[in-house]
């Protein structure tokens, strides 16, 4: 629901794909990523797509905008990415950031039961690391809520593996 003039912080935006799509609503958008390359990449399909929207070279536990200054954050498989401690250090960042009354929406991975669960631990064997495990056991919901987002929703997918949060400073 994001809309013409909102200014929209994706964080861990890697290739930027959440950018463009903000960006083609017409929405003053700004993706932020540690890794450089991962910049350059999204720049590359910005231009592409005739697309215009911030680059921030930063790690996501110490986000370089003032207060209140955004309507909406996104991170989007990214997360799994952190030691559990920059998670935290990371979603009290967005906070920060966010006005009053502003969204912000996970998608990243979620703990599977079941046949999905054994999927996801050979998945991970070979293309996540540590911290990916350590997410999923992480009761994010939970860290959202003491930091002191409300309205929490979340829809899970893929048979459990993934999972889709929205939460409201």
């Known amino acids: 629901d994001i809309k013409k003039g909102q200014r929209v912080l994706e964080i861990c935006c890697g290739t930027g794909t959440i950018s463009v799509m903000a960006g083609k609503v017409g929405a003053n958008v700004f993706g932020l990523d540690i890794a450089m390359g991962m910049l350059n990449v999204s720049d590359r399909k910005a231009v592409k797509r005739g697309i215009k929207f911030g680059l921030v070279l930063a790690n996501a536990e ?7 200054s955004f309507d909406k954050a996104v991170v ?7 030691p559990v401690s920059a998670i935290r250090n990371a979603v009290h960042e967005v906070k920060r950031v966010l006005k009053g009354g502003s969204r912000f929406v996970i998608f990243d991975y979620h703990k599977p039961y079941g046949f999905m669960s054994l999927l996801q631990r050979f998945f991970f064997v ?3 690391h540590e911290t990916a495990r350590d997410f999923i056991n992480l009761d994010i919901e939970g860290e959202l809520k003491n930091i002191g987002f409300k309205g929490l929703k979340r829809t899970i997918l893929a048979k459990g593996a993934l999972q889709l949060l929205s939460c409201e400073i």
């Open 62 to 68: 110490f986000i370089p905008f003032k207060d209140k």
């Open 126 to 128: 070979f293309t996540e």
């Open 76 to 82: 989007s498989m990214g997360l799994h990415e952190m």
